[in-house]
């Protein structure tokens, strides 16, 4: 029986939290235990071993709203996070030259903690992806094979 997959979604408009929610469908037919919250803080996932977060960039490179507490939490009270292994996947507009910022916030952050990174972050451009959820379906093998 396979770990249970946390997708944790930071979202302002709701793309990445489709994303997310695409991701949990796509695991669940895959036989994963899977869960999918929005506006999570830390005592909800941290028993949870494996953290998938999917996450938009808000402003000037800023988390969104419904991810900082969870992340703040973590930074204030420099929660260990070994044992913890994670993969991000990022919104943004590559117009701005905040592009995906969250992306490497919450990585930088995770692994200051002592979480383990499985792959390489999925950076989708909302300017030249249409399909948001297939772009991530696409990437989900590499997350797997690191599992």
Not at 85 to 91: E, I, K, P, S, T
Request: charged share 25%; proline share 2%.
């Amino acid at each position: 029986m396979s770990e249970k997959i946390s997708i944790i979604t930071g979202s302002t408009l709701g793309a990445a939290e489709y994303v997310g929610d695409h991701l949990g469908d796509v695991l669940q037919e895959k036989g994963f235990d899977v869960t999918v919250q929005n506006a999570v803080i830390l005592d909800e996932v941290i028993d949870d071993k494996i953290w998938l977060i999917v996450t938009s960039t808000h402003g000037a490179g800023d988390l969104p709203d419904n991810l900082k507490p969870l992340m703040n939490q973590i930074a204030e009270e420099k929660t260990d996070l070994s044992g913890r292994r994670f993969a991000v996947v990022g919104l943004g507009n590559s117009d701005y030259d905040t592009f995906c910022f969250a992306v490497d916030k919450v990585e930088n952050l995770l692994l200051a903690q002592g979480a383990i990174r499985l792959c390489d972050s999925l950076r989708i451009d909302v300017l030249t992806e249409e399909n948001h959820e297939q772009a991530a379906e696409n990437w989900l093998p590499n997350f797997l094979a690191a599992l």
